[in-house]
């Protein structure tokens, strides 16, 4: 509950109150297998943020099309080269760095996007709450990868930037019911009477109040939801209408490849043991995430 | 009870009106018109898309567009492929059955398999057993469809030559065999697609019903059970299980987005001959209407599992069935 603790601090003065954030994170590093994910987690973004430092080539240089393509692992070339004789290892680099973008921005944009519409819902309710909600169960319906199947094969040639917005707007709707419930029960909470009491505007207690409670849920969510974008950009990428080419992603590079699998595994192999681990690692945090959070509630 | 069936009937109905409405508003916030984006061509003249946008009522004021277009819609008239040069339904009538076999098998498998690993799990929770296979189903939960596709269609195609590359039949053979070797021919291509998408579903079943079943067990009919004597095996396949199933109604019902989504990316890899082979094969070509056709069928999908999975559980449920 917000506001000062004047009484606890009075009885055990020694001992300041830890915030809900300290509480978290120290309840997710007693479990050994977050500390692990943490630590990849934490290298692979280092790779992302420091490719152009410690990737071997420039990722889009293509040195000798002829002599140097669909060269197979070796020390010159550790992950090997693609049909365009460029180096893969250097790709998959670049591509920490452009999926894990993408994933994050894409996340931003939908969590801003939910809370915003499940807060209005739930905390409006009436008519406007049940229009609401029946547009978001025929949203959740449509399944997200057709749903942006069917937005980008109407929009060809668009840049990343476009496609990190369509990957967050497709990507609030779940999170948007859990808002919705979390504000319909914090609607009756004594403190929500008591601002309202007090003459507080509804934007007031919405952000001030209410928001402050919905943090857990919404971290958990953001958490899986960057794991998740990271599998339909990949997916996107890999039929060809998500990352637009030279640049490297985890899916471009694989799509690059596909048409060669058996020939080409290198493409395939590298770039997607990158994703399951950046994916696992994600998905590992935000269970623990949750299941502290659930332990506390 | 008949009145909740109404209800969510008429829910199910009013879903299906909002996702095409959905689709309408898609395409036409899209920039041009179908003809725009497949006739790229210029050896296509301009009158002869005036003419096609005249076919297609594409001239008229929007809400008059609409109308036309829901009411195809209820026709089951989902326009015209290009690519196929036939006419939507046609093409993903086809495709579909390939899809829902290939869905079948692989929600029955794995949600056998999946119930299976769950009940070992928890029978040894804190084990070797359990932590080795909780990782195990973490690592395919984790896995991205087309990533696990291409992994299996390298290892058991190509390095270990055991199962055909792709296809629905063998090109050539499957004309000249009998009765039973075609039934065998089709089971022997179904394998490995049907492998891969249950791989990638047992992993959230498993995980689902893990965490369903350790939730059911602190209950106090678990602890009677317990206090009767009752062996744990027998705690768990007698009162633990029954009432953990009940959630895999509920689950059922949402698997099908991601069966769906998995069976498009395996169809691909596959060359599965489904809807999601279809509609893929349709992003290349820019065969819009093919693509939304997709679109409209899946969610159509989902929206009637989900319905089925929601009456399943309150036919499944005593305590709804009496309502």
Request: hydrophobic fraction near 55%.
């Amino acid at each position: 509950m917000p506001g000062p603790t004047p009484v606890s601090a009075a009885t055990k003065p020694a001992q300041p109150r830890e915030s809900p954030l300290g509480l978290t994170v120290r309840s997710i590093l007693r479990k050994r297998s977050s500390r692990v994910a943490l630590v990849v987690l934490g290298v692979i973004v280092l790779v992302g943020i420091l490719a152009p430092f410690i990737a071997p080539y420039d990722p889009a240089a293509q040195p000798d099309i002829v002599a140097l393509k669909n060269l197979p692992p070796s020390l010159a070339h550790p992950f090997g080269t693609d049909p365009y004789s460029r180096d893969v290892l250097s790709r998959v680099l670049y591509g920490a760095r452009l999926s894990l973008t993408i994933g994050i921005l894409a996340t931003i944009v939908s969590l801003t996007v939910g809370v915003a519409y499940g807060a209005i819902s739930g905390y409006m309710g009436g008519w406007l709450d049940a229009v609401m909600m029946r547009v978001l169960d025929a949203f959740l319906s449509i399944p997200r990868l057709l749903l942006l199947l069917g937005v980008l094969v109407a929009w060809p040639h668009l840049s990343v930037w476009a496609l990190i917005l369509f990957l967050g707007l497709s990507g609030w709707f779940g999170l948007s019911r859990i808002v919705r419930g979390q504000v319909l029960a914090l609607k009756h909470a004594e403190f929500v009477t008591a601002a309202q009491a007090l003459g507080a505007s509804r934007r007031r207690i919405l952000v001030k109040h209410m928001l402050p409670n919905l943090v857990s849920p919404i971290v958990v969510a953001a958490t899986l939801g960057i794991a998740h974008v990271i599998v339909l950009e990949a997916g996107l990428s890999f039929l060809g209408i998500g990352v637009p080419q030279p640049l490297a992603s985890w899916g471009n590079i694989i799509q690059d490849g596909a048409d060669q699998v058996a020939t080409l595994w290198w493409m395939s192999l590298f770039p997607g043991l990158f994703m399951v681990l950046t994916v696992m690692t994600l998905n590992i945090l935000g269970e623990a995430l949750r299941d502290s959070y659930e332990r506390r509630s | 009870m008949i009145r909740y069936i109404a209800r969510r009937l008429a829910q199910a109905a009013v879903i299906v009106a909002i996702v095409a409405t959905i689709t309408f508003v898609l395409i036409h916030l899209a920039p041009g018109d179908p003809f725009s984006a497949v006739m790229d061509n210029p050896n296509v003249s301009e009158k002869v898309r005036e003419t096609l946008r005249a076919q297609y009522g594409l001239d008229r004021p929007l809400p008059e567009q609409f109308l036309r277009y829901v009411n195809a819609l209820a026709h089951g008239e989902l326009g015209w492929s290009f690519s196929h040069d036939r006419p939507v339904r046609e093409v993903l009538g086809t495709a579909l059955p390939n899809t829902l076999l290939l869905m079948a098998v692989a929600l029955i498998a794995s949600f056998t398999l999946g119930i299976l690993v769950a009940l070992v799990q928890v029978a040894r929770r804190g084990s070797i057993i359990d932590h080795t296979l909780s990782g195990i189903t973490l690592l395919f939960f984790s896995m991205p469809d087309f990533w696990l596709a291409i992994l299996t269609l390298l290892a058991l195609t190509y390095w270990i030559p055991i199962f055909p590359v792709g296809g629905a039949i063998d090109p050539v053979m499957h004309e000249y065999m009998s009765l039973g070797g075609r039934l065998l021919d089709r089971l022997w291509h179904l394998a490995l697609p049907a492998i891969t998408l249950t791989l990638l579903a047992t992993a959230s079943v498993a995980r689902y019903q893990r965490a369903a079943l350790l939730d059911v067990l602190p209950a106090d009919y678990i602890r009677t059970a317990r206090l009767k004597g009752l062996t744990e095996r027998e705690i768990l396949r007698r009162h633990a299980l029954r009432n953990a199933l009940l959630p895999i109604i509920t689950l059922i019902g949402l698997s099908f987005p991601a069966l769906l989504t998995g069976a498009f990316f395996i169809e691909r890899i596959f060359a599965w001959p489904g809807m999601g082979y279809a509609v893929v094969n349709a992003i290349g070509t820019r065969d819009y209407p093919l693509v939304v056709g997709g679109v409209i069928i899946g969610s159509i999908m989902v929206t009637l599992g989900s319905l089925l999975a929601d009456l399943l559980y309150a036919w499944a449920d005593p305590r709804l069935r009496s309502h």
